[in-house]
């Protein structure tokens, strides 16, 4: 049995627990956190633990708190020679080198506290101090997910960057988006079809050639009109877009 200590309560150390909980030959020895608040989803109390200096040894120490803390965390997370690693998808390796093994365990999804994951699916992307550790990260991560990547700390940045892309900025759209339904009498699931499509499609086509739209088309008098329905911050956002398509395609600006 393979004893991991999740260090955090938010978004990722809820599912990480959930998900280590139920693989077999892992479970969660503790999870530690600054304030009990947040522990509640922590079953077992005596796996809670609100002081770092009463966590026991443990195979893995996993840090799954908000970028800046992690630092913080590792000046006081005593050494006790378990491979220690976070879940960032933007922080450096070398921000655990305080410790004798070291690693990255970065899970490439968007996790919110009460919604419900499916971990098997999700990208694991694995980086660490040395060839041992990387075996030991990849045979954890291998019992929670079936998608194990080995990815450095420049690409992760990379990953990382894309994923604030395709999901961050699509999101956000996507909320822009409904409130000008709102605005119009309209509901936003009315757009949830589309939406769904526009992620299969990717699944077959490249989304370079999945663009559809007035963008693509080069239609100067849908464009105009849609400009003039906008107000400004709107239109700013959508004229971006419109010459960030018309140039990847190669249409007249
Ligand atoms: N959410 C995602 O979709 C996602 C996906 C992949 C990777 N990640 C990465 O996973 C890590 C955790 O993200 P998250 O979304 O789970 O964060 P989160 O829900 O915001 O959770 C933040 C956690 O950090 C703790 N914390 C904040 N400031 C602290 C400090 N100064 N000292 C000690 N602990 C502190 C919080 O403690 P309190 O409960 O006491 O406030 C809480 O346990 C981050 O590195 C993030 O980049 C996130």
């Known amino acids: 049995m393979i004893n991991v200590v999740i260090i955090g309560a938010g978004n990722v150390a809820a599912h990480l627990y959930r ?10 020895s503790q999870v530690y956190n600054r304030t009990a608040e947040n522990l509640g989803f922590v079953r077992d109390f005596k796996k809670r633990c609100t002081d770092i200096n009463e966590l026991e ?21 005593p050494d006790s020679g378990g491979v ?12 655990l080198s305080k410790f004798q093994n070291f690693g990255v365990f970065y899970p490439l999804q968007t996790f919110s506290k009460n919604k419900e994951v499916n971990f098997r699916e999700v990208p694991v992307c694995l980086e660490a101090s040395s060839d041992e550790n990387l075996e030991f990260l990849k045979e954890v991560a291998g019992k929670v997910s079936d998608k194990i990547f080995e990815v450095n700390s420049e690409q992760r940045k990379a990953l990382h960057l894309s994923a604030v892309f395709v999901n961050n900025f699509s999101n956000h759209l996507y909320a822009l988006a409904a409130e000008y339904c709102k605005e119009n009498g309209l509901p ?14 990717i699944e077959t086509l490249p989304p370079y050639s999945a663009q559809t739209g007035p963008a693509l088309r080069n239609d100067q008098k849908t464009i105009a009109e849609h400009l003039k329905m906008l107000n400004k911050d709107q239109k700013n956002i959508y004229s971006i877009l419109t010459q960030s398509i018309q140039k990847l395609h190669g249409k007249e600006l």
Do not use: N, R, W, Y
């Not at 195979?59 to 000046?75: G, N, P, Q, S, W």
């Not at 949830?192 to 499509?197: D, G, R």
């Open 84 to 95: 220690v690693a976070h879940t960032s998808g933007s922080q450096s390796l070398k921000t």
């Open 19 to 28: 998900s280590i909980s139920a693989a077999e030959d892992l479970q969660v």
């Open 57 to 77: 040894k443990a195979e893995l120490f996993l840090i799954a708190v908000k970028d800046e803390a992690i630092e913080e965390i590792a000046d006081v997370l």
């Open 188 to 201: 936003f699931k009315i757009l949830q079809p589309l939406i769904k499509e526009t992620a299969a499609k």
